[in-house]
């Protein structure tokens, strides 16, 4: 037999052979434990982390949490349960170094997690309750370079109806403190989730999350909260100041800043985005499905003077009412939108920003617009905002330009008896400069500039009907193209330049007071002119015998 055959019949039996061994139950027992073992050195860690801490094993007194908290941080995190639907109240230490910390020490902290890989906290239905103290600084969970951690399905509630606000004693001197910084939660340089929770009463916020440096390099904090109650806190339901990214997803924040007596510490707000020392920028903010009432100052806000590099913002589906809305001073990388959102009784304060389908129930409040497109929102004055004291306004600020495109106005007409800077849509202590495209007023007044302030308003297919009001004070006339101007009232008898391109003018109803056509000096271009209506003798008392035009054009 040729010696290559030979060889070749040795190799199969040899092939064969390996093959039965490897088959055994012995051999696939060895392994496997050798895939398991080398398993093991390569991620150690997430093998201890994932280790289950029960907090019924370690009681609820304050060594026994201590205990919980040091074996967790040893093991870099694990899975906690506390026991289902219980109330545990915590006592805390007063800060002996008066607030001057950075953080809060960890005497002051309950639930302190630090440098942990994967951290998983269940309260089961569980309430935290945070005892009568004098802390200035305190709260109840903070996590600190926690790479992943939830928290999750209960209460957290403060103290801030009881807690002890004298002045605080610091290297023997005692010294006032404003106390906000007693926080339900603090989130610091770390990334997680917090879910099906409920934080109230706390002293200062409900959730403080922020970047961190340590040691030259920046710890990065991203935080979403997802079906939670923040209510009844002193300061701000949630401060975010330079954290990478900020998600509020179907969740209410309410009562925020004062309760009864108790004055809380400002910005009183419901979301307040900080630039916290040059840390970090603030990286993807959304905001969807909320609602956020009921803020002693602000619903939303940005405290700082200016919040720079905001990468993406964005609010959609949410409602706000009663306090304002401030977004002016963020200065967004990828723009700011706000689309989808109800505003109740909200002044608004937003620069830059690309608003749309949004409705404004503008009330007795001023509204504030910087460069900012609105599309497809309406805006309704509502009854109560004639009775108070601005009336219901959108006023320009200063180097103002605002596009409204397909918008509804309704009723916005500030004070009958008010000065012009409060009338309707007004540009008259500041330059509007507002551009008006496919849009339908009703019920709606206009001051337009003073020599002072000049503006300019600009109408482009457009309807205006039922009750509006026009006041030109300005140099510059009003433009009116390819638009419907149906028995509009005047204020005064100079009321500016009006300028008409392909319009349809009509004015046919006796009972307006002062109509447009007579009031103002007008010019025609390519426009249709009805108009039924003779000169009163009321009307000639203030000068006006016909229609004053400076050119007719057809």
Same mark, same amino acid.
């Given at each position: 037999m040729p010696s290559f055959i030979v060889n070749l019949r040795r190799f199969q039996t040899m092939i064969t052979d390996s093959r039965d061994y490897l088959m055994s139950s012995f051999a696939v027992k060895r392994v496997l434990c050798g895939i398991a073992f080398f398993l093991c050195l390569l991620s150690p860690i997430k093998a201890r982390t994932h280790r289950v801490f029960r907090v019924s094993s370690y009681g609820i007194e304050g060594r026994s949490i201590a205990k919980l908290v040091s074996d967790v941080n040893r093991n870099h995190g694990g899975r906690?349960?506390?026991?289902? !639907?219980? $109330? &545990? /109240? +915590?006592?805390?230490?007063?800060?002996?170094?008066?607030?001057?910390?950075?953080?809060?020490?960890?005497? *002051?902290?309950?639930?302190?997690?630090?440098?942990?890989?994967?951290?998983?906290?269940?309260?089961? !239905?569980? $309430? &935290? /309750? +945070?005892?009568?103290?004098?802390?200035?600084?305190?709260?109840?969970?903070?996590?600190?370079?926690?790479? *992943?951690?939830?928290?999750?399905?209960g209460s957290i509630v403060g103290d801030a109806m009881n807690h002890d606000y004298s002045p605080? /004693?610091?290297?023997?001197?005692?010294?006032?403190?404003?106390?906000?910084?007693?926080?339900?939660?603090?989130?610091?340089?770390?990334?997680?989730?917090?879910?099906?929770?409920?934080?109230?009463?706390?002293c200062g916020d409900g959730l403080y999350v922020a970047s961190y440096r340590k040691s030259g390099t920046v710890l990065d904090a991203r935080i979403e909260l997802n079906s939670c109650d923040i209510g009844f806190c002193r300061r701000n339901g949630v401060s975010c100041a330079s954290n990478t990214g900020f998600k509020?997803?179907?969740?209410?924040?309410?009562?925020?800043?004062?309760?009864?007596?108790?004055?809380?510490?400002?910005?009183?707000?419901?979301?307040?985005?900080?630039?916290?020392?040059g840390v970090h920028c603030l990286g993807e903010v959304v905001i969807t499905g909320c609602t956020i009432r009921d803020c002693e100052k602000k619903t939303v806000t940005s405290s700082n003077v200016s919040v720079p590099k905001v990468l993406s913002f964005l609010i959609e589906k949410s409602s706000f009412s009663v306090s304002s809305f401030q977004i002016a001073n963020l200065e967004s990388v990828g723009g700011k939108s706000v689309r989808n959102c109800c505003f109740d009784k909200v002044p608004i304060n937003c620069g830059d920003s690309f608003i749309d389908s949004c409705k404004f129930i503008m009330g007795s409040k001023l509204h504030y617009v910087h460069g900012t497109s609105f599309s497809n929102c309406e805006f309704v004055g509502s009854l109560d905002g004639l009775s108070g004291p601005y009336g219901c306004a959108i006023v320009g600020n200063s180097l103002d330009t605002a596009r409204f495109n397909k918008c509804m106005f309704r009723d916005v007409r500030g004070l009958d008896n008010s000065s012009p800077a409060y009338q309707g849509i007004s540009g008259f202590n500041f330059p509007l400069n507002a551009y008006f495209k496919g849009c339908t007023f009703m019920n709606t007044s206009f001051v337009k500039g003073n020599p002072k302030?000049?503006?300019?308003?600009?109408?482009?297919?457009?309807?205006?009907?039922?009750?509006?009001?026009?006041?030109?004070?300005?140099?510059?006339?009003?433009?009116?193209?390819?638009?419907?101007?149906?028995?509009?009232?005047?204020?005064h008898t100079q009321s500016g330049v009006f300028i008409f391109e392909n319009c349809e003018v009509i004015q046919d109803d006796e009972s307006i007071e002062n109509p447009l056509l007579y009031f103002g000096t007008h010019l025609f271009k390519n426009s249709r002119i009805i108009n039924?209506?003779?000169?009163?003798p009321q009307m000639r008392k203030k000068g006006v015998t016909r229609i004053k035009l400076l050119e007719v054009s057809e």
């Open positions: 906690i349960v506390f026991p289902k !639907g219980k $109330t &545990i /109240v +915590l006592t805390i230490d007063e800060d002996p170094n008066g607030g001057h910390r950075l953080l809060p020490q960890d005497s *002051s902290i309950p639930f302190s997690f630090k440098d942990c890989s994967y951290l998983d906290i269940d309260l089961n !239905g569980s $309430t &935290i /309750v +945070l005892d009568k103290n004098h802390s200035s600084k305190y709260a109840l969970f903070c996590f600190f370079n926690c790479r *992943s951690f939830s928290l999750r399905n605080v /004693v610091y290297m023997g001197n005692r010294e006032d403190s404003s106390h906000e910084w007693g926080h339900g939660i603090m989130v610091i340089g770390s990334k997680g989730k917090v879910t099906d929770l409920s934080v109230s009463y706390m509020l997803i179907n969740s209410t924040i309410h009562n925020i800043g004062s309760l009864g007596s108790i004055i809380g510490a400002d910005p009183r707000a419901g979301v307040d985005f900080e630039y916290e020392d302030y000049e503006s300019s308003f600009v109408f482009e297919d457009c309807l205006l009907s039922n009750g509006c009001m026009i006041y030109n004070e300005g140099g510059s006339a009003v433009l009116f193209r390819n638009s419907t101007v149906n028995n509009v009232n005047s204020y039924k209506l003779s000169v009163t």
